[in-house]
């Protein structure tokens, strides 16, 4: 059976599916990394959300309000993701301050039009990259200041204010939170062809078309994520994590 997808829609394709499942789970749980029944419960989680998400937004771009509504669904999404990570609902802020620039410098400047078809895809990539970016660099300034409590003791002792001594110990550590969107963009084209580059092809983009699309999408979350880790590491420093 011939398909126009890039993935062959064949009736083996459910097989290949629990095989990969089965085999991640099985590594995992051999590998002693306790996530066994993780991945299980995570791809089917995968299947049923996006079922349901395919069949929401088929309606949602039919309706200009509903658009706005759906993403703000995104966004209470992923601030409480992003909120179990970190152990604190203040991860609304870089998800937001992330978000919100990004997204507004696109829509002003005409990239990216406010139709629902264009707007949720690309707002979704950006709060999945805020998402991220927040949750990696919120562990990583929570476990420093944690385990290295001493040294802001030390610090503070010398006369450093409490938010500059933290600020001393977790930004290294949590700054490290931006090197995959800086490895993404790096590497884009030499390594991986993303997801958008791809996506455009299959719909009948030009390669040149597909690469400027894929080069926006790679600048925004690189922006966004840059916004989002500041913030975070300023959290911290002001007290404001706690350690999950």
Known sequence: MESSSLIALT??????????????????AAGGLGYGWAVVRACLRGVL???????IIAWVVANGL????????????????????????????PVAAGSAPVLG????????????????????????????????????????????????EAAMSLGFTPRDARLEICRPAAAQALVPALDQTRTVGLVTLPGAFVGMLIGGATPVEAGIVQLVVLVALLSAEAFAVVLTIELAARGRLIRP
């Open 11 to 28: 009736p083996a394709l459910p097989l290949a599916l629990v095989l990969l499942v089965a085999g991640g789970a099985g590594v995992a």
């Open 49 to 55: 959300q996006l079922g349901v998400v395919s069949l």
């Open 66 to 93: 509903a658009v706005a509504g759906f993403i703000l669904v995104m966004y209470a999404f992923a601030t409480h993701t992003a909120a179990k990570r970190i152990g604190t609902y203040w991860a609304a802020l």
């Open 105 to 152: 410098v696109l829509t002003a400047t005409g990239a990216v039009t406010l139709d629902g078809m264009v707007i949720i895809p690309v707002t979704g990539i950006v709060f999945g990259g805020c998402l991220i970016a927040t949750s990696l660099a919120g562990r990583r300034a929570a476990d420093e200041l944690t385990t290295r409590h001493g040294e802001v």
